[in-house]
């Protein structure tokens, strides 16, 4: 952000020309046949994009009960925005290939890549495939790793302080040991602790989110020039490679000499495991790594403090979980396979996480006009995307939706035929937050796995509630991603024996 701040009569002059673009251009006639919410005046349209700042979710849960079912439209500052809900249109969008409806360059432009990570994230997203094989594979024979972190992050950053209570910043904790565990898992020790490579790995996080959206806020034509003032890649880059660049020489060095033995078994060696030519150069490795950071930081971070958050006001499910966490540890250890048994823990998280999606999920950008099965075509160049938010809040799919019921999955279970559905891995049309299909978050099982563990290790060592025993803090609404809030506090204290 200090580039941008060095370059403000810059920016200023960007803005104006903002301003100028959006109000000459042309409307967007193609898709005068999709209903809108709000105005589809190219003046009036502007106030929507403003609203969609605060308002987006409102906006398409406007929409969606509205047009359930078929399209619909809203504008953004970055462009109109086509939603789509209902089981049908939903699994048209699963089913349509990548190059009719392309899953790489809606991510790429959502959060413009090509400035805020690196073009290659977009144009050859191997690591991908490393994140869903490899990582997941490799669960079940790292998960001690996984604890040994959990357990020495949260004695070092949530320490022993005898019968008080203590308060912490609460998203920015979990940030911080959500990076140490993920990281050494993907890096490993020492490295997972430096205490520079942890605070890069965070700042990288939110560097790509908030600089992707300012991004966004211009025409296509200014997003190049705007991207190189506020791009942070290349120091990022050159800062990491002082951390993990030795680790790739070195990995690269034995390759040579033919010895793997003595390899670590981590997220570089994974990735040199399948790389090939120019994919093999440190910078680019540096990238991948920086990359797959910032996807289980800032999801699973967001995870456990929303689910925190339900544990904190509703105390009464923390006794039923926190025995079914006992028994299955003293059965079966802390293993990959105990977290799986853990039905009531699984149900929570999924739950808070059925209440905490953002507004849109399962961006898509249109290759080639596309007609759905109900006959409406979409032109070529238009971004649509799921409702997800108002999905998750239809009474016809989730009774009483609006109203938290932490173990509504492990009774759904129950039923007869449904014991090994209704996980929080699970996918669905009816539950969205890992997405659907071949492009559904390659990731979700590390991720489900800690989280289970996070919050199994918390349940077990501490009591935990909210500053004066308040309500659950409101979620925080921007441009359709729910962040839980980003100033609230817990109060930990350790458990008694």
């Given at each position: 952000?200090?580039?941008?701040?060095?370059?403000?009569?810059t920016?200023?002059?960007?803005?104006?020309?903002?301003?100028?673009?959006?109000?000459?251009?042309?409307?967007?006639?193609k898709?005068?046949?999709?209903?809108?919410?709000?105005?589809?005046?190219?003046?009036?349209?502007?106030?929507?994009?403003?609203?969609?700042?605060?308002?987006?979710?409102?906006?398409?849960?406007?929409?969606?009960?509205?047009y359930?079912?078929?399209?619909?439209?809203?504008?953004?500052?970055?462009?109109?925005?086509?939603m789509?809900?209902?089981?049908?249109?939903?699994?048209?969008?699963?089913?349509?290939?990548?190059?009719?409806?392309?899953?790489?360059?809606a991510?790429?432009?959502?959060?413009?890549?090509?400035?805020?990570?690196?073009?290659?994230?977009?144009?050859?997203?191997?690591?991908?495939?490393?994140?869903?094989?490899?990582?997941?594979?490799?669960?079940a024979?790292?998960?001690?790793?996984?604890?040994?972190?959990?357990?020495?992050?949260?004695?070092?950053?949530?320490?022993?302080?005898?019968?008080?209570w203590?308060?912490?910043?609460?998203?920015?904790?979990?940030?911080?040991?959500?990076?140490?565990?993920?990281?050494?898992?993907?890096?490993?020790?020492?490295?997972?602790?430096?205490?520079d490579?942890?605070?890069?790995?965070?700042?990288?996080?939110?560097?790509?989110?908030?600089?992707?959206?300012?991004?966004?806020?211009?025409?296509?034509?200014?997003?190049?020039?705007?991207?190189?003032?506020?791009?942070?890649?290349p120091?990022?880059?050159?800062r990491?490679?002082?951390?993990?660049?030795?680790?790739?020489?070195?990995?690269?060095?034995?390759?040579?000499?033919?010895?793997?033995?003595?390899?670590?078994?981590?997220?570089?060696?994974?990735?040199?495991?399948?790389?090939?030519?120019?994919?093999?150069?440190?910078?680019?490795?540096?990238?991948r790594?920086l990359?797959?950071?910032?996807?289980?930081?800032?999801?699973?971070?967001h995870?456990?403090?929303?689910?925190?958050?339900?544990?904190?006001?509703?105390p009464?499910?923390?006794?039923?979980?926190?025995e079914?966490?006992?028994?299955?540890?003293?059965a079966?250890?802390?293993?990959?396979?105990?977290?799986?048994?853990?039905?009531?823990?699984d149900?929570f998280?999924?739950?808070?996480?059925?209440?905490?999606?953002?507004?849109?999920?399962?961006?898509?950008?249109?290759?080639?006009?596309?007609?759905?099965?109900?006959?409406?075509?979409?032109?070529?160049?238009?971004?649509?995307?799921?409702?997800?938010?108002?999905?998750?809040?239809?009474?016809?799919?989730?009774?009483?939706?609006?109203?938290?019921?932490?173990?509504?999955?492990?009774?759904?279970?129950?039923?007869?035929?449904?014991?090994?559905?209704?996980l929080?891995?699970?996918?669905s049309?009816?539950?969205?937050?890992?997405?659907?299909?071949?492009?559904?978050?390659?990731?979700?099982?590390f991720?489900?796995?800690?989280?289970k563990?996070?919050l199994a290790?918390?349940?077990?060592?501490?009591?935990?509630?909210l500053?004066?025993?308040?309500?659950?803090?409101?979620?925080?609404?921007?441009?359709?991603?729910?962040?839980?809030?980003?100033?609230?506090?817990?109060?930990?204290?350790?458990?008694?024996?």
């Amino acid at each position: 952000m200090i580039t941008m701040l060095g370059a403000l009569p810059t920016t200023a002059i960007l803005l104006g020309a903002y301003f100028l673009v959006r109000f000459i251009r042309a409307p967007t006639h193609k898709l005068g046949h999709i209903p809108t919410v709000g105005s589809s005046n190219i003046f009036l349209s502007y106030f929507d994009a403003l609203r969609y700042f605060r308002e987006a979710h409102e906006m398409i849960q406007e929409g969606y009960e509205k047009y359930n079912g078929t399209p619909f439209k809203v504008s953004t500052m970055a462009r109109w925005l086509v939603m789509v809900s209902g089981k049908d249109m939903i699994e048209d969008l699963r089913r349509a290939s990548d190059d009719e409806l392309s899953f790489n360059d809606a991510v790429g432009e959502s959060i413009q890549t090509d400035y805020t990570i690196g073009p290659q994230i977009r144009t050859d997203p191997y690591h991908t495939a490393i994140v869903r094989t490899p990582l997941t594979r490799n669960l079940a024979i790292k998960f001690t790793d996984i604890k040994d972190e959990i357990s020495t992050a949260f004695e070092e950053i949530v320490p022993n302080t005898g019968n008080e209570w203590t308060t912490f910043p609460a998203l920015s904790t979990i940030m911080h040991i959500v990076c140490r565990t993920s990281n050494r898992l993907f890096v490993g020790l020492p490295l997972c602790r430096d205490p520079d490579w942890v605070k890069l790995n965070q700042q990288f996080t939110v560097d790509v989110i908030v600089s992707g959206q300012i991004i966004n806020m211009f025409p296509p034509i200014l997003r190049p020039i705007v991207g190189r003032l506020l791009t942070t890649v290349p120091s990022s880059i050159k800062r990491a490679m002082k951390h993990i660049g030795p680790q790739i020489e070195a990995q690269l060095e034995r390759e040579k000499n033919s010895s793997h033995d003595d390899n670590p078994n981590n997220l570089i060696s994974w990735l040199l495991d399948e790389a090939q030519g120019p994919q093999r150069l440190p910078r680019d490795l540096v990238t991948r790594v920086l990359s797959i950071n910032f996807a289980a930081i800032h999801t699973t971070s967001h995870a456990l403090t929303h689910a925190l958050f339900y544990l904190a006001s509703c105390p009464e499910y923390v006794q039923p979980m926190r025995e079914e966490v006992e028994a299955v540890i003293e059965a079966d250890g802390w293993t990959k396979l105990s977290m799986g048994k853990m039905r009531k823990l699984d149900s929570f998280i999924r739950e808070s996480q059925r209440l905490s999606i953002g507004a849109v999920i399962m961006s898509r950008k249109v290759v080639k006009d596309f007609t759905f099965s109900n006959g409406v075509t979409i032109p070529a160049g238009t971004h649509i995307a799921v409702t997800s938010n108002a999905t998750h809040m239809d009474p016809t799919l989730y009774e009483d939706p609006h109203t938290f019921k932490g173990f509504r999955f492990a009774e759904m279970r129950e039923e007869e035929g449904e014991s090994i559905k209704h996980l929080l891995v699970s996918l669905s049309p009816d539950y969205l937050v890992f997405g659907l299909g071949r492009h559904a978050c390659p990731g979700r099982f590390f991720a489900a796995n800690e989280l289970k563990a996070m919050l199994a290790y918390i349940l077990l060592n501490y009591d935990i509630k909210l500053p004066n025993d308040g309500p659950r803090p409101q979620n925080q609404w921007f441009m359709g991603a729910a962040s839980p809030n980003r100033t609230a506090e817990l109060m930990f204290r350790k458990r008694k024996d």
